[in-house]
């Protein structure tokens, strides 16, 4: 699979289903923590030391991470500082349409171009 260039992600990583027994048994390339843990992750310490526990796992194991439910600057002030490298929520964007997503991403990609460039 990873030869036709499809990754593989475990979501909700650390609820349900989801064992420390699955890394090694499956060529994943991501891990996505479950929203659960990133609420009020700045007011339980507990929460804290798991998801710090779970981004230093898979930066250990060679795999991206990717936090689920990053809705404030908090959290995601919070994952930056933990060196979590992507975040999904509603604090980047409400799930969208395919077509509004591309307008979206032609609007940034714009957005970045002119930030580059000297004032006129």
Known sequence: MRDLGIR???DDFGTGYSSLSYLHQFPFDCLKIDRSFIENADQDFEKLEILQSVVRLAWN???DVVAEGVETHRHYAQL???RCESGQGYLFSKPLPP??????????????????????
């Open 80 to 82: 930056k500082a933990l």
């Open 99 to 120: 077509d509004a997503v591309e307008q979206v991403l032609q609007e940034e990609h714009n957005r970045s171009q002119n930030e580059g460039q000297e004032p006129a």
């Open 61 to 63: 194991l060679g795999l």
């Open 8 to 10: 593989l992600a475990v």
